[in-house]
């Protein structure tokens, strides 16, 4: 299937990309903990391809990185490699199908990519890829790379400067040829990529968080439309040749998808959640007496929620355990199956909710499967009032770059009305940060961001027809703003 998948229960992440070069080692089990460290953006599969000079050698595995690729077995010793954790956004989604890097041979080309191009079809040269070699937007990707270099007998670099001008969406990149290493990220720089260095090896990851894990150095993060290319002469860098590309660099790995301890544009995540829940307790207080206590929803929305609690002087109470490594979850069935993998997710604490006025944090609300089923458990532990503070814009609008929230119907937000939500989610009230009050958390100049699922403005063209609009849903270009609604009416 060459199109967008749109069948999540949860938001789905934005897959993980790794790479080392260096003098000839055993980089598999390097990019095998630079992989572990970015888990949470994909557990669907996982791969690794070594670089021998020569050849490219490579595993892949279903599942998370322990499950996927328990050991290193069959992998040599190489210069050079690269490594990849999915969760698909198109194209085939089970087990091993899709996996990544996709590796082909004559020429050697193994690619790992983090985003969707959009209508990848209609990419200049992609009529020439017989459609039967080809079920995801990366393994076109890889295909167009290497027709390139064959008919122009042109190296990989050439290839890629070549090959990216006509693909539109995003495309955060790790390929090797066997012998060099390269990372790419599109013009608009909607998905992160970092370069670091551990001894004399030269490291790429989707986030500084999986460089500083494996005891390596934060060099600097990738420009918007680098091409960089290491090898045994060193590093050099170019730019895709789009002219007028305008950075968008995807604000939801502010909120969600990035780890806490990573920073992005040189910027913390932690400190941008933080900031963000001290904005969301300056806008939307929980006033009155008793007074209440503050309860994050595990395990993104605890920096917000700490934020949130240091501004308003409330206390942050453990209302909401995550017992066990449950990982973030994507959760397939009906709404009652849902309904119950939240409950074995995430545990309320009586002793601490009951009798309490709860003031719940979460960092997004996108299909409401958490909150739906997360305010009742409170309640049901004898929380005595439930306001639901969300530090982050309501979710309106589908993603097409590399995170697949389902279908444009199912997110919540662009369903109902922010006054019916309350009554829906069953809080006594519910606020939304707004997206300016987002952006100066997140920091740096607001005009960089993609805001596309919160504003419905979209920095490429999408595909055709993909925004059949629910009835409620907002119109394009109006901005979500702040939005305060308590049961059946707006603060
Ligand atoms: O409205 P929804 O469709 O439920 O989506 C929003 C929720 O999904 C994510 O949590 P998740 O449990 O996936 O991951 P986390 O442990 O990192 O918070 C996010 O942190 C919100 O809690
Ligand atoms: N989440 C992602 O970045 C996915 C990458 C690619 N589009 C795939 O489906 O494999
Ligand atoms: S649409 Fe939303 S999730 Fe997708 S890249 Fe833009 S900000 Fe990120
Ligand atoms: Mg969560």
Not at 46 to 63: F, M, Q, S
Not at 163 to 176: D, K, N, Q, R
Request: aromatic share 4%; hydrophobic share 40%; glycine share 12%.
């Amino acid at each position: 299937m060459n199109g967008p998948l749109y069948d999540a229960d949860k938001p789905r992440e934005a897959c993980g990309v790794a790479g080392v070069w260096g003098p000839a080692g055993h980089h598999a089990a390097l990019v095998r903990e630079m992989l572990v460290a970015l888990q949470h953006r994909g557990q669907e599969s996982v791969g690794i391809a070594v670089g021998t000079g020569a050849a490219l050698v490579a595993r892949h595995g279903a599942g998370t990185v322990a499950q996927g690729m328990p050991d290193l077995d069959g992998l040599p010793h190489g210069p050079v490699a690269v490594g990849h954790v999915r969760y698909a956004t198109h194209g085939a989604r089970d087990g091993l199908a899709g996996a990544q890097p996709v590796v082909l041979d004559r020429p050697p080309l193994a690619l790992a990519h983090n985003g969707t191009l959009v209508d990848p079809h209609t990419a200049p040269g992609a009529e020439a890829i017989d459609p039967a070699r080809w079920a995801t937007d990366s393994e076109l990707m890889a295909h167009l790379l290497l027709a390139r270099r064959a008919a122009a007998g042109v190296d990989t670099s050439a290839a890629l400067h070549a090959v990216l001008p006509g693909l539109t969406g995003a495309y955060a990149l790790v390929l090797s040829d066997g012998t060099q290493l390269y990372g790419v990220r599109d013009p608009h720089g909607f998905r992160p990529l970092a370069l670091g260095r551990r001894g004399d090896a030269w490291l790429l990851a989707s986030e500084t968080a999986a460089i500083t894990a494996v005891g390596g150095e934060v060099v600097r993060e990738l420009e918007p439309g680098e091409v960089l290319t290491i090898g045994p002469h060193g590093t050099a860098s170019s730019r895709v040749p789009v002219p007028d590309a305008k950075t968008a660099a995807c604000l939801f790995e502010y909120v969600y998808f990035a780890r806490a301890d990573s920073a992005l544009s040189g910027r913390s995540v932690y400190q941008a959640r933080y900031r963000a829940g001290q904005a969301l307790a300056d806008y939307a207080p929980v006033t009155g007496s008793p007074r209440p206590v503050v309860v994050a929803t595990p395990e993104t929305a605890r920096v917000a929620a700490d934020g949130y609690a240091e501004r308003s002087g409330l206390r942050v109470v453990q209302g909401l355990l995550r017992p066990g490594a449950v990982g973030r979850s994507f959760i397939a069935g009906d709404p009652a199956a849902r309904e119950t993998t939240v409950r074995r997710k995430l545990a309320p604490v009586a002793a601490a909710v009951a009798g309490q006025r709860v003031v719940l944090v979460d960092d997004s609300l996108v299909r409401g499967t958490t909150m739906r089923t997360v305010t009742g458990l409170l309640r049901r532990a004898g929380a005595v009032e439930v306001h639901l503070r969300v530090a982050s814009p309501p979710y309106r609008w589908p993603c097409f770059y590399g995170i697949d929230t389902g279908r444009p119907e199912e997110l919540l937000a662009a369903r109902l009305p922010i006054t019916e939500l309350a009554e829906q989610l069953g809080c006594d009230s519910v606020a939304f940060l707004s997206l300016d009050r987002l952006l100066e958390a997140a920091g740096g100049d607001p005009s960089g961001y993609c805001t596309a699922c919160l504003t419905g403005r979209y920095p490429t063209a999408i595909p055709a027809g993909a925004l059949a609009a629910p009835a409620t849903r907002p119109q394009p270009g109006t901005r979500s703003g702040t939005a305060l609604a308590s049961r059946g009416t707006v603060e």
